[in-house]
């Protein structure tokens, strides 16, 4: 009942003993203490939980950790370095991308997920792309100018 | 933490391993992207105490041009499929399906065996374990009344899978592995229409592929639905047409609908309209032939005579688009 998962979590390989019923949100946040990734509702409504699994955006909270065997995981945590915000961090910071917070990290995170695949996304590209996650502050125009600030700063 | 019952996961190599190890175990479920599955285990709907994990089997990831048709293996995902060029341009019902299930990130990982296999939905039954006891469960799961139809035996939780409309519309045959061995059975053969019990599978069978004969070089299709939320909802009502048009006149015409029964159908009767044209007076028949045979009850938020009618109207717009085409 319990798998020894070999994991590489935001860059970092690890061995750990999960149990196979242990939901992949838990094993970040309790296992190893990335608390970043969020959990807002009882199972795949919210996106809150979005983390990138070998770049693709997926729920952490309908995904068990005993399934990502040799997987990439990334988590909101792995952006800023050194203390420096990421270019899409710093695009919800400085157009106010976030209000309350709760919705961010997965924000965040499929914004990443669609950087890493097209890095000069329309606003339909980014309006689909953020599709599954739901914000209940923002109204999400702040949201979209964050990520198109974020692309233009890539470019640039 | 989420305590979760104790489950333990298998991760067989082969389809045929997968069928063994889920008829060896006590209470096992396939879990191939786990965006139903996990839901209803965390909600204590389902309580299984092996999960057989299906993303390792080669075969299922499979897809590929056969006999001019294509074969589709079960574990692709919804995003591989809605990006895929053959479907895109042979069967775009089915690459538009694909393209509208929940959101993006679900379709990273929810399957076509997993949406073809979808449980049937019911608001008195997608519900916390705490709602559901509240509400004394109710027909499908552990409770004695239908609170849809109180006064019956039947349950009428409706299938809302999105993907099964469009294939039925071309005669997709599903290919089985179970204890028995090998067998395909026409995907309209595999539902009934029954919210309790909506699958023919037999215990332990595994949808390993889904396979499209080669297609009229004329036809057209399209699938539309409506949905609470544009960006990620089950469709209240789902609708797929197929059609062609030969010197103006209809020379094929299927409709397809999800969400509106326990059961995807091919909406019956749609022929009488084949060797005419589709103008503004057969449309509207077909819109109201269509109108008529959703039975949609009331298993969502939105009133069931809406989404009868939606129902005629997605399948009515999407007609008349493709007949213009
Ligand atoms: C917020 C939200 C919105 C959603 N919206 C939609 C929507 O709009 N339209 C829609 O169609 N779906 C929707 N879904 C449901 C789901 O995401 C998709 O249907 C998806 O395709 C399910 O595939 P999966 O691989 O994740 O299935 P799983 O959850 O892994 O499996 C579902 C069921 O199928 C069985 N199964 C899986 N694969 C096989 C197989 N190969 N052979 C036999 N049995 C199998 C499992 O045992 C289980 O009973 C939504 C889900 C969520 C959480
Ligand atoms: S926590 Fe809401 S989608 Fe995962
Ligand atoms: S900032 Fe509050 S939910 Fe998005």
Partial sequence: ?156 | MEQLPQMRMHRPATAEEAVALHAEAAAARYLAGGSDLIVNVRRGIEQPEALIYLNGIGEMHEIAESDGGISMGGALTLRQLAENEILRRDYPAVAEAAGEVAGPSHREYGTLGGNLCLDTRCIYYNQSEWWRATNSYCLKHRGEICHVAPGGKKCFAAFSGDLAPALLLFDAEVELAGPDGRRRLPLAEMYRNDGLDHLTLAAGELLVAVHLPALPADVRSGYAKSRVRGSIDFPLAGAAVRLSVKDGALGDLRVALTGVGSWPFLVPGTEKFIGGPLDEETSAQLRELVRAKAKAMKTTTTAPHYRRRVAGVLAQRLAEGLATA
């Fill in chain 1, 1 to 156: 009942m319990k798998t020894i998962l070999s994991v590489t979590v935001n860059g970092q390989p690890r061995d750990d003993v999960v149990p196979d019923n242990m939901l992949l949100v838990d094993y970040l946040r309790e296992k190893i203490g990335l608390t970043g990734t969020k959990v807002g509702c009882d199972g795949g409504e919210c996106g809150a939980c979005t983390v990138l699994i070998d770049g693709r955006p997926r729920h952490a909270c309908l995904t068990l950790a005993a399934t990502c065997q040799e997987a990439r995981i990334d988590t909101v945590e792995s952006l800023a370095h050194a203390g420096r915000l990421s270019a899409i961090q710093r695009g919800f910071h400085e157009k106010l991308g976030a209000q309350c917070g709760f919705c961010t990290p997965g924000m965040v995170m499929a914004a990443e997920g669609l950087l890493r695949q097209n890095p000069a996304p329309s606003e339909a590209d980014i309006r689909s792309a953020l599709a599954a996650n739901i914000c209940r502050c923002t109204g999400y125009v702040k949201i979209i100018e964050a990520v198109q600030a974020a692309a233009r700063e890539l470019a640039s």
